[in-house]
């Protein structure tokens, strides 16, 4: 069946450029996470979208990110004027009525 | 505001030993907590899960009780395979419209 698709797989940018990194979400989850994984550093909350709830944006480690989720389903997950820090896997998960949250494969972004 | 504390890595053990990682937790009221694991090269994946004190979670031979006396889910297995060799993720989801948290994450490794 089909999990969660996070695009592209990997991304290399040059330092200031815009990237935006794509989630589609296992149909009918309502919830959706973004989160980040640096090396020795575990997996860094981002952003959460539950539903049609304001989305809690607590996590964003400064204004160059953004998020957003469309209908409900697909969210992108932008960042402006990269910097070499934001060099990490770029994490998304879906999840239902159970908590339980479902990962994708990650989007390596490598700013050089 | 809630946070993880996981034992730190990496953790090496020859094959068939027992294998304890301990898992600390800070919430208010009773969250759900969860193992998730990461195998070499895949996505992070759900291990087992316990959503109320005293219950027991178990899969794959792993185990892993909450206990809220000691707010502690440390996640065990009685014999070790060189196919457990991944990284751990404790976390907790404190209720609907809250993102999941996770620890750092204990890289365990297990040699033949």
């Known amino acids: 069946g089909a999990g969660v698709s996070q695009s592209p797989s990997n991304k290399v940018t040059e330092k200031g450029k815009d990237v935006e990194l794509r989630c589609d979400p296992i149909?009918?989850?309502?919830?959706l996470y973004w989160y980040r994984q640096s090396l020795g550093q575990g997996l860094e909350f981002l952003i959460y979208f539950q539903g049609n709830s304001a989305p809690d944006k607590s996590g964003l480690p400064s204004d160059r990110f953004s998020a957003e989720r469309t209908g409900g389903s697909v969210s992108t997950l932008t960042i402006q004027r990269t910097q070499q820090e934001d060099s990490a896997v770029y994490l998304c998960?879906?999840?239902?009525?159970?908590?339980?949250?479902?990962f994708g494969q990650g989007t390596r972004l490598t700013v050089v | 505001g809630d946070s993880v504390t996981q034992m730190e890595g990496p953790v090496t053990l020859s094959e068939e030993a027992f294998l304890t990682i301990n898992c600390t937790y800070t919430a208010t009221g009773y969250p759900s907590l969860f193992w998730y694991v990461q195998y070499p090269g895949e996505g992070l994946q759900l291990l087992l899960k316990?959503?109320?004190?005293?219950d027991k979670g178990s899969n794959k031979g792993f185990e892993a009780t909450y206990r809220k006396e000691t707010t502690s889910f440390h996640l065990e297995k009685g014999s070790v395979q060189v196919s457990d060799s991944a990284v751990y993720f404790c976390?907790?989801?404190?209720?609907?419209?809250?993102?999941?948290?996770f620890g750092k994450g204990t890289t365990l490794s297990v040699s033949s």
């Open positions: 976390a907790l989801d404190h209720q609907a419209g809250t993102a999941l948290i």
């Open positions: 998960a879906s999840g239902d009525d159970s908590f339980e949250a479902f």
């Open positions: 316990a959503t109320k004190a005293d």
């Open positions: 149909s009918g989850h309502t919830a």
